[in-house]
């Protein structure tokens, strides 16, 4: 396959690679190189301060403190004071023999790992009387940490399946809310667990530094019966997500930059590299955003795949077929500054809008004066068999958005003939993609954009013979061309 306009046809496995041999020269002019190079510092700094290996650490097994592990009981007592004795003895592993823990929210502590064993399932209490005394607090909880984990092959279930009403809304009665929520925690691991029927976010790490979530699988049902399940939200900053499967109702990787509960000053997210994951989503598969009230700066997305979610049986998701609404949505929405960030080698397999980019001024989150801004944007080496819209750039003026290049891009867009395409000016409501209609061309329609290039092989395909042009541009200023 000598041009990336060449697709393969469904079902190949597509491998990007660099050669080792006589490559330098080529790596040093791909797109994003200088953010691989930051890649090695961030994957350094992580395993320096990561947690203890596990043979290092003492062992703290929960049947040892009085948990029963058959689903009836509830073990919260019994865990939280096997997580206290590892703490007092200054770091050890918690460790979850084969059972069902039913439990409601746990507090982790410094120097503490919980090993969760294949077979061993942490399950989110199913009465809501149990939450009324920690109600819509997450299953397993850390604030203000340093040395913590969650690693194993077993699984924590969220209680969704009873936690939501058959609207796809939460219940109003005491529950729990998110499955792991960690906040300005330091040096964190969580790796190889499942997490499933989450009730809200999934795993929702906010300014927290020196990460790795590494093999995580993540399994919620579809937005229309599990509203706001969002895979994974981060912010903060060394942050390497890898390996993840994560298939949800709401936006399955989700970075937002914005200011923690209780930190002064505020902190941007930065050096973050999300590469190797499948994503499954009836919302968003990678997003930034909503919420950008802060600085977010040196992010890569790479060697991602978008598939649609497995397991849709409801008309009513966003996009009633089920397919994700982008499958890369960058946002800038509350006065913050997203800048120099990279997605590069993605497989799309179906999405409705492929890339969206926007900026704007709302004031819903946080009241600011600041305008919105976007730069320094690489789309590389992106495959899309099947789009149900073109791509779109659209900004809310005075917010800015410059230099984007989009590198390598090959795109099938389905859509038939559409008469009436002129998309809304963005106004601060809430940004999905799909809020903007139609666009008056098959490939990428983009507004008040500076500094537009396009390199490599681009190409769109109009498969719906809709017979729009390409591309449609108002007010862009500045479209480059490399051959």
């Not at 997210?269 to 994503?279: E, G, S």
């Not at 007010?475 to 490399?482: A, D, G």
Request: some cysteine.
């Amino acid at each position: 396959m000598n041009s990336i306009a060449d697709i393969p046809p469904r079902g190949t496995r597509i491998v990007f690679t660099l050669e080792s041999k006589n490559s330098m020269n080529l790596t040093n002019k791909l797109p994003g190189h200088d953010l691989l190079r930051r890649t090695v510092l961030v994957l350094g700094l992580i395993v320096l301060g990561s947690v203890l290996p596990v043979s290092a650490q003492r062992v703290f097994n929960v049947m040892d403190y009085g948990a029963m592990g058959d689903g009836v009981a509830l073990d919260t007592s019994a865990i939280q004071s096997a997580i206290n004795a590892a703490n007092g003895a200054g770091d050890g592993q918690v460790y979850f023999p084969p059972g069902i823990y039913r439990t409601v929210t746990l507090y982790l502590a410094n120097n503490v790992t919980l090993n969760i064993t294949n077979g061993a399932k942490i399950q989110a209490s199913l009465t809501s009387s149990d939450w009324s005394s920690c109600n819509r607090t997450a299953v397993i909880v850390a604030e203000k940490l340093n040395r913590i984990g969650i690693i194993g092959s077993g699984t924590i279930d969220g209680g969704g399946m009873v936690y939501y009403a058959t609207n796809g809304y939460t219940v109003t009665n005491s529950r729990p809310q998110s499955i792991i929520r960690f906040s300005l925690c330091t040096n964190v691991t969580i790796r190889g667990i499942l997490c499933t029927n989450s009730t809200r976010w999934t795993i929702n790490l906010v300014q927290c530094s020196n990460v790795t979530i590494d093999g995580v699988t993540i399994r919620n049902r579809e937005y229309a019966l599990s509203r706001e399940t969002d895979g994974i939200d981060i912010s903060g900053r060394h942050i390497l997500v890898k390996n993840c499967d994560v298939e949800t109702g709401d936006d399955a990787i989700c970075l937002k930059p914005e200011i923690a509960d209780d930190q002064s000053p505020a902190q941007p997210t930065h050096d973050v590299t999300i590469q190797n994951c499948t994503v499954a989503s009836t919302c968003n598969a990678t997003k930034i955003g909503t919420g950008t009230s802060d600085e977010a700066y040196n992010i890569m997305f790479d060697h991602i795949t978008v598939r649609k979610h497995s397991r849709v049986t409801s008309g009513s998701n966003p996009i009633p077929s089920g397919s994700c609404i982008a499958a890369i949505s960058m946002q800038c929405n509350d006065g913050g500054t997203n800048h120099n960030f990279t997605f590069q080698n993605y497989v799309i397999t179906n999405c409705d809008t492929p890339i969206f980019i926007e900026a704007q001024n709302r004031q819903t989150l946080v009241a600011h004066t600041n305008n919105s801004r976007l730069y320094g944007l690489t789309f590389s080496n992106i495959f899309c068999y099947q789009s149900g819209r073109a791509s779109q750039i659209n900004v809310q003026t005075p917010c800015s958005i410059q230099d984007i290049t989009f590198n390598n891009i090959a795109i099938h867009n389905q859509e038939t003939t559409f008469t009436t395409a002129s998309p809304p000016y963005l106004s601060g409501s809430y940004p999905d993609a799909q809020k903007y209609g139609r666009m008056p061309a098959y490939g990428l329609f983009a507004r008040y954009v500076t500094n537009l290039t396009f390199s490599g092989a681009v190409n769109f395909y109009d498969d719906g013979n809709s017979g729009r042009p390409v591309t449609a541009f108002e007010n862009v200023s500045n479209v480059i061309r490399l051959d």
